[in-house]
């Protein structure tokens, strides 16, 4: 007699209810417990086991979306094995009145009169850098209201080669320069660097042939094109070599403090830079610097391109500045790499590269995405954004295209990021620094100090001094890591925790109930096949089955 399917399944449900590790699954089938009981006890094991399950679901969800947290570190890292931060000054004077008298220049060309081509050159030159107030009445010193000469001078302005011949020279920009409280040599220490806001002097950032691509070496002749490869010149700031730094590994085991980019023993006054700048009031002009005189500070990592038309601490004439700095170390796990950069929002070294810088930041890549924006939009880049050789340097009678570049740009990439696509996809880097500063300043007394002294100083007179403080605030740092939220036997653990305290279950009852759906079946199969095949039926049998179809063959009691 062949057994029907529905009462197999009965019979396995209700033996495997029986025999279950699963917490109230055998009240369910217990004969002597009511059926009110019953139904009870099967609310309760349904109602847990829904629990149990979307606990575990969100448990896993929220372990894929968000695969990390950020957590301070266990222990303090010492100043040491960070590096000292990059300083960018940029004077607001940005001429020598003996190479060019831009007021007298500027006026002269706002009562429409006559300019030489050398003049038409500067002129245009310095609408790039200086203030809103410097313009003409009809365009940016444009072809239109100008001579031959002033249209020849549009054609090959040669923004950064001009800047650089109209500079304050570097020996008479610096007085003196201490770093670890030793003097140094000026120009050892602080390399020329064209930026945004014209010609500006960094400490302690990588060299352009370490933070550009091979492609831009004409940019550093451009900037120091009287820098010697041999003698002396060869201490320049400008041919200082990274010695094994990057910021995602730090510096290397053999690297000792002489290393570059420099860093510091200690905190405090004696382990920071101290340096000495002076103008002259003779080369005070408010057409180009505008109202605010004296200096643009920014403090940066070595590795990154200061934009001070951004981020800038306003340093005026005749004052002593500390600027106190505490650094902001994040890091990430090693381990954090086989997640994709959105899961863990950075990136690290080996994943984005960029057109025409060697080291990836987000500073870097935004920079680079409005060079490239730029391109697209008005068909040439700035002075002070990284380019090929034949990419063409925007006039300036091009200045409006450019500025309004970078607003566009903005609004563009608030709609992409609404959009869930970020334009410029610039994501910061796995390990970053941040210097958050603290700071504080004095005016310099200059007269009194003269009127003091027994000898008078008579080169001093006229001068506006700075003088600049940077050292970090203590010895030792906290500081942020990027860790794992949960790995897997932290997930194991948690859905295993759930399982026995919501159920009782374990990894065995998931094994029983594998077991009861798919071995226990099969096996029953495959004896019912067995016995089928081996057992045959008796000759009395045979003949009882023949005449009646009534009789039924009763087994054996067996006690």
Same mark, same amino acid.
């Given at each position: 007699m062949r057994v029907h399917r529905g009462t197999i399944l009965k019979h396995l449900a209700r033996e495997y209810f029986a025999s279950s590790s699963c917490h109230g699954m055998s009240y369910i089938v217990h004969p002597k417990v009511s059926i009110a009981e019953r139904v009870c006890w099967s609310f309760v094991v349904v109602l847990s086991l829904s629990v149990c399950i979307s606990a575990i679901v969100i448990g896993h969800q929220k372990w894929i979306e968000k695969?990390?947290?950020?957590s301070f570190s266990a222990r303090p890292i010492p100043v040491w094995k960070?590096?000292?931060?990059?300083?960018?000054i940029c004077p607001q004077t940005r001429i020598d009145v003996e190479k060019f008298n831009i007021t007298e220049v500027y006026l002269r060309a706002r009562a429409n009169k006559t300019l030489a081509p050398d003049e038409w050159h500067k002129l245009r030159a310095l609408t790039h850098v200086c203030s809103s107030l410097m313009r003409s009445k009809n365009d940016f010193y444009g072809t239109s209201g100008a001579t031959s000469e002033s249209a020849l001078a549009a054609a090959s302005e040669q923004v950064v080669e001009q800047l650089v011949n109209m500079s304050i020279p570097h020996d008479e920009l610096f007085v003196s320069c201490l770093w670890s409280f030793n003097f140094r040599p000026c120009e050892a220490l602080w390399a020329r660097k064209v930026t945004e806001n014209g010609v500006c002097y960094s400490f302690n950032m990588l060299s352009s042939a370490e933070l550009y691509t091979a492609d831009q070496e004409f940019r550093e002749r451009e900037v120091n094109p009287d820098v010697r490869k041999r003698g002396f010149k060869s201490l320049h700031a400008s041919k200082m070599r990274s010695t094994g730094w990057t910021m995602e590994n730090g510096y290397t085991v053999g690297e000792d403090l002489l290393a570059y980019p420099r860093r510091t023993a200690s905190g405090g006054f004696k382990g920071g830079a101290i340096v000495l700048m002076k103008a002259h009031q003779t080369n005070r002009e408010y057409i180009c610097s505008g109202a605010l005189q004296g200096y643009k500070v920014t403090i940066h990592p070595p590795d990154e391109f200061p934009r001070l038309s951004e981020y800038h601490i306003r340093v005026p004439p005749m004052q002593a500045v500390s600027i106190i700095v505490k650094p902001r170390l994040l890091t990430t796990q090693k381990n954090l790499h086989r997640y994709p950069p959105t899961k863990r929002q950075c990136f690290f070294s080996d994943e984005r590269k960029l057109r025409f810088f060697r080291v990836y930041n987000e500073q870097n890549c935004e920079f680079e995405c409005l060079t490239n924006y730029t391109l697209a939009t008005c068909g040439c880049v700035t002075f002070a954004m990284p380019r090929e050789n034949t990419t063409r340097v925007c006039s300036a009678h091009e200045k409006r295209c450019y500025k309004s570049a970078v607003t566009r740009l903005m609004e563009l990439d608030e709609l992409s990021e609404d959009r869930g696509q970020e334009m410029c996809d610039c994501l910061p880097a796995c390990t970053t620094i941040k210097y958050d500063v603290e700071l504080s300043n004095d005016w310099l007394n200059l007269d009194a100090m003269l009127a003091s002294m027994i000898r008078r100083e008579s080169g001093m007179e /006229? #001068?506006?001094?700075?003088?600049?403080?940077?050292?970090?605030?203590?010895?030792?740092f906290l500081y942020i890591e990027r860790v794992e939220y949960m790995n897997f036997n932290g997930e194991l653990a948690n859905f295993g925790g759930i399982l026995a305290l919501l159920s /009782? #279950?374990?990894?065995?009852?998931l094994a029983e109930i594998l077991y009861y759906i798919f071995v226990r079946p099969l096996g029953l199969w495959v004896k019912a096949l067995y016995v089928r095949a081996t057992v045959q039926p008796s000759a009395p049998e045979v003949q009882l089955r023949s005449r009646s179809a009534s009789v039924n063959l009763v087994r054996p009691w067996i006690p």
């Open positions: 695969p990390m947290i950020v960070m590096p000292f931060p990059a300083i960018t /006229g #001068m506006e001094p700075m003088l600049l403080y940077v050292y970090f605030k203590d010895n030792k /009782g #279950m374990s990894l065995t009852s």
